[in-house]
């Protein structure tokens, strides 16, 4: 008979393991949407804040600009939209099938009132760029001092 030796250091590892396992598998990223799979993802962004506006950098590689839409109300952007899978077709049998489809929308928070009305928008090479004027009450203005 042998005897094996109990190392509790070895048990803490596995339960370590095991504990971020069932969290990174269970987390859902805030605005994060889902694919027709159920995996999360979120849409990935880029901002960038001027004097006078904010410049919003979206990638929707694959996505056309019909579905896609964009509103803004008072400080918060929402980009929403559908990425649309693949049909499948009689005698074709996946291998890999890593392209996520399904619906997604993503809200920010700018922090400033938008001028939705003199905003614009370019969808170009899966790019989409938006230029949203911060409204004329956001904007800094100077107050010119008197000398008495």
Do not use: C, Y
């Amino acid at each position: 008979m042998t005897t094996s030796r109990w190392d509790p250091f070895r048990e803490m590892v596995s339960l370590r393991d095991a504990v971020n396992s069932l969290v990174q598998d269970s987390f859902v990223p805030p605005n994060g949407a889902r694919s027709e799979r159920g995996a999360a993802f979120t849409l990935p962004l880029d901002i960038t804040e001027a004097e006078n506006d904010f410049v919003v950098t979206a990638s929707l590689p694959g996505i056309s600009p019909e579905d896609v839409q964009t509103t803004v109300l008072g400080d918060t952007l929402t980009i929403r939209g559908e990425s649309k899978a693949d049909g499948e077709q009689k005698g074709q049998n996946w291998l890999v099938r890593e392209r996520r489809s399904g619906s997604f929308q993503r809200s920010v928070s700018l922090g400033t009132p938008i001028n939705a009305d003199k905003a614009t928008a370019q969808f170009e090479h899966g790019v989409l760029t938006l230029t949203l004027p911060k409204s004329e009450q956001a904007r800094p203005k100077q107050i010119k001092l008197s000398v008495r």
